[in-house]
């Protein structure tokens, strides 16, 4: 008889464990699967965004120009040169001058 308890005990035991440990899983996959649909539209607004923010205004797509005129992609190219040459100047003067006010302001 003493045997009988001790084995109901236990498997009553492990029953109402593996209820805590399966309530608990449960709770815990739910939120899991509301924080993935959180992700899901958090990735959604950033794919939105990066798509919008690829595709600027005024500004021709991207494409494969492997046979086009090579003086016209010459002249681009060119002028391409040039504005990152107009960039260059504007911030190195911009350097200079934030380095001439810090001189000024260490002084």
């Known amino acids: 008889m003493l045997w009988f308890a001790v084995w109901t005990v236990l498997v009553v035991g492990t029953l109402l464990g593996a209820f805590f ?3 608990d899983l449960w709770r815990k996959a739910g939120a899991l699967l509301s924080e993935l649909g959180r992700a899901a539209d958090a990735f959604g ?3 939105d965004a990066t798509e919008q923010a690829a ?3 005024g500004v021709p797509p991207i494409h494969a120009q492997l ?3 090579r ?3 010459r002249l681009r ?3 391409l040169r040039a504005a990152r040459r107009e960039r260059a100047a504007l911030r190195a003067e911009r350097h200079v001058a934030t380095f001439a006010r810090w001189r000024a302001y260490s002084r």
């Open 21 to 23: 440990l399966g309530r």
């Open 45 to 47: 607004r950033l794919a």
């Open 55 to 57: 595709t600027p205004d």
């Open 67 to 69: 046979f086009d005129d």
């Open 71 to 73: 003086a016209a992609l």
């Open 77 to 79: 190219v060119d002028e």
